[in-house]
Structures are given as C-alpha cells and as structure tokens.
C-alpha cells in the first residue's frame, strides 16, 4: 500500500501532523510505502490524483483525505481498506 502526502512548502500544519500520520499507518500497515510530496514540486501528478486543496492524502493513487486526518482517522481508513482486500 502506498500513501501520500501532498503538502506546500513552509506549513506548520503539515510538519506538525507529519510524523503522527506515517505512525499511524505504519502501525496498521507495516511496511507501508509512505512518500511526502511537494505539491508544487508534483503539480501535475496531484492534479492527475485530483488533489484540490493542501494538504492531502491519497492512498494507492487515489485521494482518501482532501485536508489533513487525525492520526485516529486515517488508521481507521486503513483498516477499512485492509479488510476489504482480506
């Protein structure tokens, strides 16, 4: 599973959550392809996912999160997904 997040540079928002996120979804999916993109860097690959606001999080190429989650919602989010492929 990969998941990434879709961040501007400079917010405090983003730095702040950052490190609870991929927490928590190495805690439910271990081994999980985490990867922190630029938005402004991968303009044209957000836009291809669909990503209208920053920050986002898409997980296997598709937009879960328009705007950051709690660390709780995005475990939660894995874990529905997780089942459904079980």
Excluded: H
């Amino acid at each position: 599973m990969r998941i990434e997040l879709f961040y501007t540079p400079g917010c405090q928002k983003c730095a702040n959550a950052r490190d609870g996120l991929r927490a928590a979804a190495e805690e439910v999916i271990p081994g999980v392809i985490w990867r922190e993109l630029n938005a402004l860097d991968e303009l044209d690959y957000a836009v291809e996912l669909g990503v209208t606001t920053l920050s986002a999080i898409a997980i296997d190429r598709e937009v879960a999160f328009p705007s950051l989650p709690t660390p709780k919602q995005l475990r939660q989010a894995l874990r529905r997904r997780v089942t459904k492929t079980v």
